[in-house]
């Protein structure tokens, strides 16, 4: 039986998902809002990739019988953190920090598992701080993480149930 029962998931939400709405603002009202295509191609993918793994994710939680609630980090609440025996924050560091801060003032003991859902390759890291790559383009390296979409499966068996504290 699962450790843990009521999970609350802090999702982030990609440059892709926030530009392509704001395009769509733009064009309802009359306006004409356009990104680089070619940028737009690679936030896309990103955003796809940060998308199968929060639905992975999810399925993966709800198959070993967690209860899940869903929030983007933009939208998370005290009241959210309280409903929660443990925080999974899915994006990287920066989603994974803000889910801390909410728990930090709200309840500091309840646990909080961090996934980088699209981290950097080795190659990435190599160059990530001497970058010219707007700061939207760069993956995040996840030091803050306790996994990846590569080893997320391992991590969560091990949290559920109680292996890893």
């Known amino acids: 039986m699962s450790k843990y029962n009521r999970?609350?998931?802090?999702?982030?939400?990609?440059a892709f998902a926030s530009?392509?709405?704001?395009?769509?603002?733009a064009r309802v009202a009359g306006q004409t809002l356009k990104f680089d295509h070619a940028r737009m191609g690679r936030l896309r993918e990103r955003h796809d990739t940060h998308m199968f793994q929060v639905e992975r994710i999810?399925?993966?939680?709800?198959?070993?019988?967690?209860s899940t609630v869903s929030v983007?980090?933009?939208?998370l609440q005290d009241a959210h953190v309280t409903e929660a025996d443990l925080v999974v924050a899915l994006g990287g560091d920066g989603t994974t920090l803000i889910a801390?801060?909410?728990l930090d003032g709200v309840n500091g003991d309840t646990p909080l598992l961090g996934?980088?859902?699209?981290r950097a390759s080795p190659s990435d890291l190599a160059t990530l701080y001497r970058s010219s790559e707007p700061h939207d383009m760069?993956?995040?390296?996840?030091h803050l993480c306790a996994c990846?979409?590569?080893?997320?499966?391992?991590?969560?068996e091990d949290v559920l149930f109680g292996k890893v504290e």
């Not at 999810?58 to 967690?66: D, I």
């Not at 983007?72 to 939208?75: A, F, I, L, N, S």
């Not at 990846?148 to 969560?156: A, F, K, Q, Y």
């Open 148 to 156: 990846t979409g590569d080893n997320v499966e391992r991590m969560i």
């Open 7 to 14: 999970l609350l998931l802090v999702i982030k939400q990609t």
């Open 100 to 102: 801390s801060h909410k």
């Open 138 to 142: 760069r993956r995040s390296t996840g």
């Open 58 to 66: 999810t399925k993966l939680l709800e198959l070993r019988g967690a």
């Open 72 to 75: 983007m980090r933009e939208d």
């Open 19 to 25: 530009y392509t709405a704001r395009e769509e603002l």
């Open 115 to 118: 996934v980088n859902t699209d």
